[in-house]
């Protein structure tokens, strides 16, 4: 086992041992404390994000994304609103879900724990050191974090600010860690670091997913590829319908809520698609789209069968024209990925029969799948998007970074 992986494994421990047993309060001041630390670094955040990007762009890495891994004042801001909105919602620890008495007079009830250690792996989103740093420390988790090469400078001075906002409130700063060497070799023995590990959480493109998935040893939670659907009935309302997919596409098409295919019911395929395409052309949306999508509109170009299966993360729009409702729910349910999927409709049976019909983690009647996220749901940020079924599904807050166990006062029963 490598020496650097086993010490902080050992520190994570302890670490996690202490923190379990801190009062909300005291875990409320520690995310207060962090959030006043990442606009004491800013400044040093910020450089170390700029040599990020450069580095990113002499690389060659694709505009979307250098967009992911820049930061700016606002992000900065935005990571730090995190902190504070998560100090505000209620403490998982501890809570007793039920109690129940049995037969033999014992009181028998459920009480949430936290996991203990989290290791997470994530790509090229700074952003992901914070928000999962705060997540993990409310929900009383000690966490080693293992970020991409491009975002290293930018997660190291991140990580410093956290820390030093950590042992102001008085806690030991490797509650939270970053593992400085990113390197695939090290990635693999972390997966495999099963004697510190409680789960592991990966947080990126396919490729990541299934390559921890494939070569971990350590229980994973699978989270995130978006290959998300809008389908526009044809019972739709073609404004809100447009509307609805610029925001869904355009307004950050690097994510994974983001749509990456259209299907459109024939009935309304002729009026819709040249509006759509009027809307879509100030972003540079390029359009793949099935014989009938190309022969209304001459800017698509014929989609294969590998862009309906595309997660893009781009300006790329795969298009579909179905004949019926039951055709879009079999190519939805073909090609999805049970993140997101998105039904336009002012058909209030239409919109019962998809949310019946469709399996993801979240489904939609007439709003965007932007939605899809920790802070639009309540829950102050997302470890993650979990799209398997198991323990968790969908954003993944604090309840869902607990487990729990049983507690059980006797007055000296044994059992016959």
Do not use: W
């Not at 875990?27 to 606009?39: H, I, Q, R, T, V």
């Not at 040249?274 to 022969?295: I, W």
């Not at 993944?396 to 006797?410: F, H, Q, V």
């Amino acid at each position: 086992m490598n020496s650097l992986l086993q010490e902080m494994g050992i520190a994570a421990k302890a670490a996690a041992n202490s923190l379990r047993k801190a009062s909300t309060n005291q875990k409320n001041a520690g995310l207060l404390a962090m959030e006043a630390a990442l606009y004491a670094h800013q400044d040093a955040i910020l450089a170390a994000n700029a040599k990020d990007i450069a580095a990113a762009e002499a690389n060659g890495l694709p505009t979307p994304m250098i967009e992911r891994l820049t930061l700016n004042p606002q992000r900065i801001k935005g990571m730090a609103d995190s902190f504070k909105e998560i100090a505000q919602l209620a403490d998982p620890v501890g809570y007793v879900e039920e109690m129940t008495k049995s037969a033999d007079g014992l009181m028998i009830g459920k009480q949430r724990v936290p996991l203990g250690v989290i290791g997470i792996i994530y790509e090229s989103r700074p952003n992901v050191t914070a928000d999962a740093s705060a997540l993990c420390f409310k929900s009383g988790n000690a966490v080693i974090l293992r970020g991409g090469k491009e975002a290293l400078e930018s997660n190291k001075a991140i990580m410093t600010a956290l820390q030093s906002g950590l042992a102001e409130a008085g806690f030991a700063k490797d509650t939270l860690q970053l593992i400085p060497d990113p390197s695939r070799e090290l990635a693999g023995e972390f997966m495999k670091l099963n004697d510190y590990l409680d789960c592991l959480i990966p947080r990126g493109g396919a490729g990541l997913i299934q390559n921890v998935l494939k070569n971990a040893t350590v229980p994973v939670i699978e989270t995130g590829v978006g290959n998300c659907h809008l389908y526009i009935d044809q019972a739709a309302e073609l404004e809100m319908a447009t509307r609805i997919l610029v925001n869904a596409k355009c307004s950050r098409p690097s994510v994974c809520n983001s749509i990456e295919t259209l299907v459109v019911h024939e009935a309304v395929a002729d009026a819709f698609l040249p509006v759509f395409a009027e809307a879509l052309a100030p972003y540079k949306v390029e359009l793949r789209g099935d014989a009938k999508t190309c022969s209304i509109l001459p800017e698509a170009v014929p989609a294969t069968e590998e862009d309906y299966t595309a997660e893009f993360l781009d300006f790329i729009l795969a298009v579909k024209v179905v004949s019926s409702y039951d055709e879009a729910i079999a190519h939805i349910q073909k090609y999805s990925t049970g993140h997101s999927e998105v039904i336009v409709t002012a058909h209030y049976q239409t919109a019962q029969n998809f949310l019946n019909d469709i399996d993801a983690a979240a489904v939609y009647v007439n709003a965007s799948s932007r939605f899809t996220d920790g802070g639009c749901f309540g829950l102050g940020g997302e470890i993650g998007i979990s799209t398997q079924k198991l323990h968790a599904r969908g954003p993944m807050g604090l309840k869902e970074l607990t487990s729990y166990k049983y507690i059980i006062y006797g007055e000296g029963q044994i059992r016959s």
